[in-house]
Every structure is written in structure tokens, then in C-alpha cells.
């Protein structure tokens, strides 16, 4: 079902997040989790999503 973006919310958001992490694609569930901040008026909840989905590109190690 395609909805309006404009029409989701935090949790919408985060539930789409989780599935990206468990998917193994965790840039997209940073993004995902990133628009969940945006509509997150808590900044404690906010802060618990930033921590819960960092961004991949500085959590990242090189291996040789």
C-alpha cells in the first residue's frame, strides 16, 4: 500500500529503521532513524534513536 509520506510518523519511521537493520542495510536504517528524530519533539527520545541507529559511515572499521 502506498501512503503519503507527509502521513507517517516517529514510529513509522523507527519501525522501518529496525527492518533495515535486520535486513543488514544499515545506512538505510540510519536515514530511516534520522527522518524519526525530525518528527520527534523529545529530545531524550531523539537522543535514544541517534544512539540506538548510528551512522554507519564513522562506526565503520577498515580491515585489511
Known amino acids: 500500500m502506498t501512503r503519503d509520506p507527509a502521513d507517517l510518523t516517529a514510529a513509522d ?9 535486520a535486513a ?3 545506512f538505510l536504517a540510519h536515514l530511516l532513524a534520522e527522518e524519526a528524530v525530525q518528527r520527534t519533539t523529545d529530545l531524550a ?3 535514544g534513536i541517534r544512539a ?13
Open 24 to 26: 543488514d542495510r544499515p
Open 45 to 47: 527520545t531523539a537522543a
Open 13 to 21: 519511521y523507527l519501525d522501518g529503521a529496525r527492518e533495515m537493520a
Open 52 to 64: 540506538s541507529f548510528p551512522d554507519p559511515t564513522t562506526t565503520r572499521t577498515e580491515t585489511d
